[in-house]
């Protein structure tokens, strides 16, 4: 257990010349190791036995370590060794999906990049929901119970990883009959969503302590199965849809009207104000507001992702927005290697790591 008093003694030790950047094999893993490298760090992969060769194919890893199953990474001896290795680990999606935040948060005895507390706050949908009306977005509107049913709805559950498991209903009847088809054992945990119609975006930001800036690298759009297959055949379905269903299945890239970037700027900047606000120091590195932009063009934001999304996957080349900012090829996976690059420049390593 890894009292929050303790976190800056994470570092103690650690030679400032020495440190290799690390992350768990999978999901944004290549564009990190590569941004590690482009910013002349040494770099480790940790990999389920069986992956490995997609990081060597690749030529990006210096280094690979390789485990048996993704709860060996809190073992203690492979702990230790990353420490012996003066590794700071990177988090990405599948890293906290496997080892679940209240594991990292108490017992990953690694310096993380960024803070830790974000977990809870974007993992726990209420907190999530809080932190998200505090920065004063808007919010798609939520049904306490299925009677209060009144339009399209998405029901959604925990841990769904990437939407699945989700269904839609237009009143209480529909939701009755499909909500009995799912057979659950726990009922009660779900949350009724209104489905907002528009266009979705998913804005990948950075935000940078060090600057005090919250920079737009890329964005994306989620491809999504079935939902993205049946618009397609909308007219032959007529009489006989199946029910849509949201499994990400890849990613789009896209880019915003320019006149809708003001407003996409300034939910990223309000965002990481009030995380300042609830879990100060607050939220640091990438995150991305998943959103729907409607007809009036206004946005409504049903979920946050405090950490790098694999939509930037699509930009380990850089991406129009980040062009302008750095005029280099700048992945989230290498702002996140300059930003460790900048902190120990100023000896501020401290400043990033929670
Ligand atoms: P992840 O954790 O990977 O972000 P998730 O399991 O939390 O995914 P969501 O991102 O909440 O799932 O939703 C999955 C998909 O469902 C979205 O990408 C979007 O297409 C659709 N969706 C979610 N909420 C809404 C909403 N309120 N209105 C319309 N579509 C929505």
């Known amino acids: 257990m890894i009292p929050r008093s303790e976190i800056h003694h994470i570092l103690d030790g650690y030679a400032r010349d020495e440190i290799t950047l690390a992350t768990m094999g999978s999901h944004t893993a290549l564009q990190?190791?590569?941004?590690?490298?482009?910013?002349?760090?040494?770099?480790?992969?940790?990999?389920?036995?069986?992956?490995?060769?997609?990081?060597?194919?690749?030529?990006?890893?210096?280094?690979?370590?390789?485990?048996?199953?993704?709860?060996?990474?809190?073992?203690?001896?492979?702990?230790?060794?990353?420490?012996?290795?003066?590794?700071?680990?990177?988090?990405?999606?599948?890293?906290?999906?496997?080892?679940?935040?209240?594991?990292?948060?108490?017992?990953?005895?690694?310096?993380?990049?960024?803070?830790?507390?974000?977990?809870?706050?974007?993992?726990?949908?209420?907190?999530?929901?809080?932190?998200?009306?505090?920065?004063?977005?808007?919010?798609?509107?939520?049904?306490?119970?299925?009677?209060?049913?009144?339009?399209?709805?998405?029901?959604?559950?925990?841990?769904?990883?990437?939407?699945?498991?989700?269904?839609?209903?237009?009143?209480?009847?529909?939701?009755?009959?499909?909500?009995?088809?799912?057979?659950?054992?726990?009922?009660?945990?779900?949350?009724?969503?209104?489905?907002?119609?528009?266009?979705?975006f998913y804005p990948h930001y950075f935000y940078s302590p060090l600057k005090d800036r919250v920079e737009l690298l890329s964005m994306d759009i989620r491809y999504e199965s079935n939902i993205d297959g049946i618009s397609r055949l909308a007219t032959i379905l007529q009489d006989c849809p199946p029910d849509p269903s949201f499994v990400v299945t890849g990613n789009i890239p896209v880019v915003a009207r320019e006149s809708l970037l003001p407003q996409i700027l300034k939910m990223g900047e309000r965002v990481v104000k009030a995380s300042k606000e609830l879990f100060s120091p607050g939220l640091m590195g990438p995150f991305c507001l998943e959103m729907i932009c409607t007809e009036d063009l206004e946005f409504t934001v049903f979920e946050i992702s405090a950490r790098i999304v694999a939509g930037t996957n699509l930009y380990i080349n850089g991406s129009p927005y980040s062009h302008l900012l750095y005029h280099e090829p700048m992945s989230t996976g290498r702002r996140i290697a300059r930003e460790i690059k900048d902190a120990l420049g100023e000896d501020s390593l401290e400043s990033i790591i929670y």
């Not at 590690?36 to 997609?54: M, S, T, Y």
């Not at 990049?113 to 809080?130: A, H, P, T, Y």
């Not at 009677?147 to 399209?152: A, P, V």
Request: proline content about 4%.
């Open 32 to 200: 990190i190791l590569k941004g590690a490298q482009d910013e002349g760090f040494k770099n480790l992969v940790i990999c389920k036995r069986g992956v490995e060769e997609v990081y060597q194919q690749f030529g990006v890893a210096d280094e690979l370590l390789i485990v048996e199953t993704y709860n060996q990474f809190l073992d203690e001896k492979l702990l230790k060794e990353l420490r012996e290795r003066t590794v700071i680990l990177i988090p990405h999606g599948s890293f906290v999906e496997y080892l679940s935040p209240k594991r990292i948060e108490t017992e990953l005895s690694v310096p993380l990049f960024g803070n830790r507390m974000v977990l809870e706050w974007e993992s726990d949908r209420e907190k999530e929901r809080r932190w998200l009306t505090q920065a004063d977005l808007r919010l798609p509107e939520e049904f306490k119970t299925p009677d209060e049913i009144d339009r399209l709805v998405l029901v959604k559950f925990p841990g769904a990883k990437g939407g699945k498991g989700y269904f839609i209903a237009s009143d209480p009847e529909e939701f009755e009959r499909k909500f009995e088809k799912l057979n659950l054992r726990d009922k009660e945990r779900f949350t009724i969503q209104e489905f907002v119609i528009g266009t979705r």
